[in-house]
């Protein structure tokens, strides 16, 4: 939400949206990406400017359509917002490209963020979905926070033809997840390292 009316420059055309009145006094603006293709067109190169004077920006955001389950809960939930990085220096960002040896290839997956991994609910039934780019190969190793692998869990793609992999939730991360089993000085719930991926998003399915 913005407090001032901004103009874009698209090529020879500048358009003005409609400024919108809220309830509060405040005003607000909608770009709707889907209606306007000369945004899709520019944006990678050119980004977005927002111009103008007289007015104090309050919030900006984005919407977007998600899937939900039984009593409106979200039927799946990216890892990015409670993982960090291997120094836990800050969270992560996508592409994700697992490593051996770099920090930013070393992901933690953390309890207590922002949802908290252990009040998600998960189950065995419950799985991680690793969505990557084709054509990449490699593997993700999937650790407890004492860097000793899950037993039996793989996830790899050795022929670069996968769009996604899954990898189901077990008996041992769930302890790692509730905090049963800790390296006993953070609050590291998975660790992820690993070599070649190119990973756009990585997401839990309860």
Known sequence: MYRYLPSRDLGETKERKVLLTNEDGTFSIE???????AILETIDAQ???FTGNGYTPLELYFQEEMWVGPNNNPSE?????FTMYQDQSD?????????????KGKWRIMRGGNPAIESLGLT?????V????VGTTGQIQWNNPN???FEGVSCNDWDGSAE???????????KCINGEITDGWSNTAIILQGDGLTVTKIVIVP
């Open 130 to 133: 690793v969505y990557k780019e």
């Open 147 to 149: 860097w000793t692998s």
């Open 164 to 174: 996604t992999i899954e990898v189901p939730v077990t008996e041992d991360m769930l």
């Open 124 to 128: 065995t039934n419950s799985k991680f």
């Open 77 to 81: 939930y990216d890892i990015a917002p």
């Open 47 to 49: 980004h977005l400017l």
């Open 91 to 103: 969270f992560v960002q996508y592409p994700f490209y697992p490593s051996w040896g770099d920090d």
């Open 31 to 37: 770009v709707d990406f889907a209606e306007d293709p």
